[in-house]
């Protein structure tokens, strides 16, 4: 088993910054996939984010069109860690932030809901106008 859990959300002005973590406990794996999606309300989950990691170490990050530029994921192996670095937030980027983790096989950009294998609870992200 694995367990995530997002820390870093909060309400932010348009045009500021967050960064939020991902931190991983419980069952390592040596290559894995981890992705941010978010779900604002009303909507439906969005991908936001993904990168992949081996022992050799962090590689294919891929980001929605809506936060390129913006936003940075970033991994730390040694301390189980992913984060999600966020600037020039938008009033459109507030939504609920969950970090995911597939085991099985490493994510990309089109790697549906499903076939993650664990996630965190989520953090609130809100931005204000």
């Known amino acids: 088993q694995v367990q995530l859990v997002e820390s870093g959300g909060g309400l932010v002005q348009a045009g500021g910054s967050l960064r939020l973590s991902c931190a991983a406990s419980?069952?390592?794996?040596?290559?894995?996939?981890m992705g941010w999606v978010r779900q604002a309300p009303g909507k439906e989950r969005e991908f936001v984010a993904v990168?992949?990691?081996?022992?050799?170490?962090?590689?294919?990050?891929r980001y929605a069109d809506s936060v390129k530029g913006r936003f940075t994921i970033s991994g730390d192996n040694a301390k189980n860690t992913v984060y999600l670095q966020m600037n020039s937030l938008k009033p459109e980027d507030t939504a609920v932030y969950y970090c995911?983790?597939?085991?099985?096989?490493?994510?990309?950009?089109?790697?549906?809901?499903?076939?993650?294998?664990?996630w965190g609870p989520g953090t609130q992200v809100t931005g204000s106008s």
């Open positions: 995911a983790a597939k085991t099985s096989a490493w994510a990309t950009e089109s790697t549906p809901d499903y076939e993650y294998d664990y």
């Open positions: 419980g069952r390592t794996f040596t290559r894995y996939g």
């Open positions: 990168i992949n990691w081996s022992g050799a170490g962090t590689y294919y990050a």
